[in-house]
């Protein structure tokens, strides 16, 4: 069965300041998308980020980018020059085909605090 | 161009009764999943919708159902509420069956006393 883990509860980081925020993941599908989620207060959440298997490259979307590290079955959201707004819970999912749809599996999450 | 939207978005029931929350996908989506996230936890996933059917289910029970409309909005219907069953309710909207990325709404969270 597949598997995401957040082994972080809780991080605090200092605004302009750099953070990165683990996930590991388990399967044994070759195929497979990994995101990252923001969730704030209000309860919405926000894509942030995608990462598919095959993708070569490390995705980049603004501010945030994803440490994919396929042999570690690794990918870790990294937030450059966080910022105050950045205070939220963050959740990354995998996302494998069962039966032509597509799944995501969440993990616990993470709380990120900014701190001016 | 609206994003997904949920109703009602607070809702107090009793246990036992029926409650059905409402979701109405973004626009250009045919697919429609919903979640159930209890406090401190990741969302669950409890069903999919796609062509007004069924398509994956979670590990939920009978009492979790569903509906998708022509439009593509969709209903989830809980039957003999139990305590356990307060949580924030996800609707996701996203294009041919999830294979792209799934965009939120503000969730319905359900109270059950």
């Known amino acids: 069965a597949q598997k995401i883990t957040q082994t972080q509860p809780g991080m605090f980081v200092q605004e302009k300041e750099a953070v990165t925020l683990d996930c590991t993941y388990d399967?044994?599908?070759?195929?497979?998308?990994l995101f990252w989620y923001k969730q704030p207060s209000s309860g919405e959440m926000i894509f942030l980020i995608y990462?598919?298997?095959?993708?070569?490259q490390n995705a980049t979307e603004g501010r945030y980018s994803l440490n994919f590290q396929k042999a570690r079955k690794s990918a870790n959201l990294v937030i450059s020059a966080s910022q105050l707004g950045d205070s939220a819970m963050y959740f990354c999912a995998m996302t494998l085909r069962s039966g032509g749809s597509y799944i995501p599996t969440f993990g616990r999450g993470t709380s990120l605090i900014v701190h001016p | 161009d609206a994003g997904v939207t949920q109703s009602p978005t607070h809702l107090i029931k009793t246990r036992g009764q029926q409650v059905t929350l409402r979701c109405s996908p973004k626009?250009?989506?045919?697919?429609v999943s919903w979640y159930q996230q209890a406090l401190g936890q990741g969302p669950q996933f409890i069903f999919q919708?796609?062509?007004?059917?069924?398509?994956q289910r979670g590990n939920f029970p009978d009492r979790f159902s569903g509906h998708q409309f022509p439009n593509y909005s969709s209903e989830l219907n809980v039957n003999a509420l139990l305590l356990g069953d307060s949580a924030l309710y996800l609707c996701?909207?996203?294009?041919?069956?999830?294979?792209?990325?799934?965009?939120f709404g503000q969730g319905t969270r359900l109270t059950v006393v």
């Open positions: 919708y796609y062509e007004e059917e069924e398509r």
């Open positions: 399967t044994s599908d070759p195929s497979y998308g």
């Open positions: 626009s250009g989506h045919d697919t």
């Open positions: 990462q598919g298997s095959y993708d070569q």
């Open positions: 996701a909207s996203s294009f041919d069956r999830g294979n792209t990325e799934a965009f």
